[in-house]
Nanobody, 127 residues
């Protein structure tokens, strides 16, 4: 079973920054794309950002575009989400997921298409 480990969550004031990390424990797992999603209490899991592993093509939700940056370190089999200018509405538990087979771009925004997930890391932004 593929294990993804997230870290970097915490509490920050509005306008601050956090950097989330996601790392695959198994070096043999094939990663075609990685996505970050978030889920606030009582709400559905929401797409935040995604990146294709080989081409580095990035995708962002409109709500985070210009504030968040997704990046990868292929050698470390890790991905990062740099979150700047945080707002109270960014408060949620953040999850990373991976595609282990090729997926169309529209699939990157759909959580049900992902093959494995991390345990989540909580982000709290106070205003």
């Amino acid at each position: 079973q593929v294990q993804l480990v997230e870290s970097g969550g915490g509490s920050v004031q509005a306008g601050g920054s956090l950097r989330l990390s996601c790392r695959a424990r198994e070096r043999s797992v094939n990663i075609f794309a990685l996505g970050w999603f978030r889920q606030a209490p009582g709400k559905e899991r929401e797409f935040v950002a995604a990146v294709t592993w080989s081409g580095g093509e990035t995708h962002y939700s409109d709500s985070v575009k210009g504030r968040f940056t997704i990046s990868t370190d292929n050698a470390q089999r890790a991905a990062y989400l740099q979150m700047n200018s945080l707002k109270s509405e960014d408060t949620a538990t953040y999850y990373c997921g991976i595609h282990m087979t090729p997926a169309p771009d529209f699939g990157l925004r759909m959580p049900r298409t992902y093959d494995a997930w991390g345990q989540g890391t909580q982000v709290v932004v106070s205003s």
